[in-house]
């Protein structure tokens, strides 16, 4: 595992891990049925992402264990998917192939049994949202950080196992291998250790007649009112058009620089609106810099946007306030 933990993850070492964490379930997925055995350490699909490798993270470190040939999850343009994110694949439809069998199928709690501080949620109003991303190359093993775009947001996630995303009408075809996804996750600064979550999964665009490519992800920015931090919205600094997802809190790839208790969340606090993604087929562009004409790329944007290098992750020390706050929750935590 990872000696170079940033000072202050090592507040994190104090919390109590939560015995549970999220999925996304399907039999399309990376490492569908990795158990904790499989690996040195615990790498099922529901463990956190905190600290890794970029061979760790990415795609949860289960390119090895890829779905079997022809199980790719269908995305209709247009339409709707609905995703299974659970603590447990024998809360899911696949319990079939979970070791501890069925563990509560058909509830559409995440966590059957257990509270929504085993998804890192406080309550509804703490759920930061989830996002998929996609990529126009059929094996997973060819994608790289900057190929996958968001195209689909569900901004009360994680509270349902059954949650749906829609699809933009406007997808094109993927190429006759089909295309890569990705569930991409972090949660609120309020429950819990932060860290972030991805799993991969094969898809395919089922009834597209949109032709236009996506365009060049750029990287989300902050722009929406977050009531937390005392931020007003500020549109005028938003990314519109395509983005990345968000890699955050590793030891290595990340391209968000936000320090710990300031979690990047895809919600409209970083331009993500909820539901499908409809701005990707264009270039990107801050908005006010290009708001008028949608396809032109500022050169001040792009060049706010270029991600040449990745850069370290900067752990800012927090204002007094939060880490008041933040020691009151750890305070809470322990006295469960
Ligand atoms: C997962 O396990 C189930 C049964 O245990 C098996 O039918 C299925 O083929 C496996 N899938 C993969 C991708 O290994
Ligand atoms: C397990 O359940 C899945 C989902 O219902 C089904 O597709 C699969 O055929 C089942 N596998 C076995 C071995 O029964
Ligand atoms: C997927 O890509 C990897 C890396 O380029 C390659 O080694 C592998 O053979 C490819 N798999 C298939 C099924 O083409
Ligand atoms: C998010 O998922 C919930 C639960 O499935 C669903 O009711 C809601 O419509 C989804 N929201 C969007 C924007 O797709
Ligand atoms: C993807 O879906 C299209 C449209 O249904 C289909 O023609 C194509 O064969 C599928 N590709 C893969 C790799 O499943
Ligand atoms: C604009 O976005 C950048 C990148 O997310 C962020 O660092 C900056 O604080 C934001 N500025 C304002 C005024 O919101």
């Not at 949202?129 to 994608?143: D, F, P, Q």
Request: proline fraction near 8%; charged fraction near 15%.
């Amino acid at each position: 595992m990872i000696n170079t933990v940033p000072a202050v993850l090592a507040l994190a070492a104090f919390v109590p891990l939560a015995s549970a964490h999220i999925a996304f379930w399907d039999k399309s997925m990376y490492g569908f049925n990795v158990t904790q055995q499989d690996y040195s350490y615990d790498n099922r699909p529901v463990t956190p992402l905190v600290g890794y490798t970029f061979d760790q993270w990415w795609f949860h470190g289960h390119l090895d264990h890829p779905p079997l040939p022809g199980d790719t999850f269908d995305l209709p343009a247009g339409g709707t998917i609905n995703s299974q994110l659970s603590c447990d694949k024998g809360a899911t439809v696949w319990y079939n192939s979970s070791s501890g069998g069925d563990a509560g199928y058909g509830s559409n709690w995440p966590c059957p049994g257990q509270q929504s501080s085993q998804f890192h949620t406080t309550g509804i109003d703490d759920v930061m949202g989830c996002a998929l991303a996609i990529a126009y190359k059929g094996n997973g093993s060819e994608v790289q950080p900057d190929d996958f775009t968001i195209f689909s947001v569900n901004q009360t996630c994680v509270w349902y196992l059954n949650t749906e995303f829609a699809v933009p009408a406007e997808m094109p075809a993927c190429g006759p291998e089909g295309c890569t996804c990705a569930w991409f996750w972090i949660h609120s600064d309020k429950s819990g250790a932060e860290q972030m979550y991805m799993n991969g999964f094969s898809c395919n665009v089922t009834g597209a007649t949109g032709t236009t490519p996506i365009g060049k992800s750029m990287l989300p920015r902050r722009c929406g009112a977050d009531s937390d931090q005392n931020e007003a919205a500020n549109p005028g600094n938003c990314t519109i058009g395509p983005k990345l997802p968000m890699y955050w809190m590793q030891a290595e790839g990340n391209n968000m620089n936000e320090g710990y208790y300031m979690p990047p969340v895809y919600n409209d606090i970083y331009g993500f609106h909820d539901g499908a993604q409809d701005d990707i087929f264009q270039d990107a562009y801050v908005s006010s810099l290009g708001a008028s004409q949608p396809g032109v790329v500022p050169s001040a944007t792009a060049a706010a946007n270029r991600r040449a290098e990745i850069p370290e992750p900067v752990v800012t020390p927090p204002p007094a306030s939060l880490v008041r706050r933040h020691k009151r929750t750890l305070a809470h935590e322990h006295s469960h």
